[in-house]
């Protein structure tokens, strides 16, 4: 169920209200004394990040923070990087081996 923001004509007051999305709006001030009509307000609505196998929150980062992030990693010394993995030796292929 969506939240939704409304304000007071009459007092300014800007509130929030949970209702569902089939509810008819609001149209009286739910501050004690006051009896102004409301009217509902068109809201940014929350942010949401999505959670689970297949969303990761890296594929919502902003562009600064993405081009920050690659300048450190290319400014990062060679040195720090691991020694790559010596090949093994391959091994001996079927019928050049001695027979027992």
Do not use: W
Request: charged share 20%.
């Amino acid at each position: 169920m969506p939240t939704y923001e409304y304000q007071c004509k009459k007092c300014g007051l800007i509130f929030e209200e949970f209702q569902n999305i089939t509810a008819l709006p609001l149209t009286k001030c739910r501050k004690e004394g006051c009896d102004g009509e409301v009217h509902r307000l068109i809201s940014a609505g929350g942010g949401f990040i999505f959670k689970g196998s297949g969303f990761y929150q890296t594929d919502y980062r902003s562009d600064s923070y993405t081009k920050a992030a690659k300048s450190a990693g290319d400014a990062a010394p060679a040195a720090s990087a691991p020694a790559p993995a010596k090949p093994q030796a391959a091994p001996p292929s079927p019928g050049t081996g001695t027979t027992a």
